[in-house]
């Protein structure tokens, strides 16, 4: 793409594909099982944003929502995670329409940011409280794992995503074809 120009008009469906991406990666987050693991040879535990299930002789879950912590770092999550996906659904709608609204953009990018400050406090919440409240045998280690990992990238492609929505308006002109792309090596 370097070597024949940036047109604009071609890349602008890049940014509502990588806010549908932070979709997917929300939900997996929300329903995998890997944000806590332990491994001990007599026991083992496996926890998801929603519940806890222990290996002793056969598996046995009790649920996080119990706890007042455990609630609020899901609501919080999902919160930023329904902010997420109304974003992706405004995107989609603002680069469809062919005169394309850039305030409305922005208050997209506005949106990301909020979803990012909620998807983040469920994703400071968990590990902090989850520590500090259960416990795991002697012997045993608790790491977090693949799904709490995808919840963090969700929350980091919303703080990005974020400044490309606010800064997408400088170029409005560029993106609405009405600047001839430059090309690189042309020689002009």
Excluded at 135 to 153: D, H, I, L, Q
Aim: aromatic share 18%; with cysteine.
């Amino acid at each position: 793409m370097v070597q024949y120009g940036l047109d604009y008009t071609r890349c602008r469906w890049i940014l509502p594909l990588l806010l549908g991406l932070a979709v997917i990666f929300g939900i997996i987050s929300l329903v995998g099982w890997g944000w806590v693991t332990s491994d001990g040879l007599p026991f083992a535990q496996r926890g998801s944003l929603w519940k806890l299930c222990s290996l002793e002789d056969e598996w046995q879950c009790r649920s996080l929502m119990d706890y007042a912590w455990g609630r609020g770092a899901a609501a919080t999550f999902l919160v930023g995670f329904i902010i997420v996906c109304i974003c992706f659904a405004l995107s989609i709608i603002a680069f469809a329409i062919p005169t394309l609204r850039f305030n409305f953009i922005r208050g997209i990018g506005g949106l990301l940011f909020v979803a990012a400050v909620f998807s983040l406090m469920g994703l400071i919440i968990y590990p902090v409280m989850f520590s500090r409240y259960i416990s795991f045998p002697a012997g045993s280690m608790a790491e977090f794992g693949w799904a709490y990992g995808f919840g963090w990238t969700m929350c980091l492609m919303a703080i990005g995503l974020g400044f490309f929505f606010c800064c997408l308006p400088l170029y409005e002109d560029h993106i609405l074809g009405n600047v001839k792309p430059y090309y690189y090596g042309d020689g002009n």
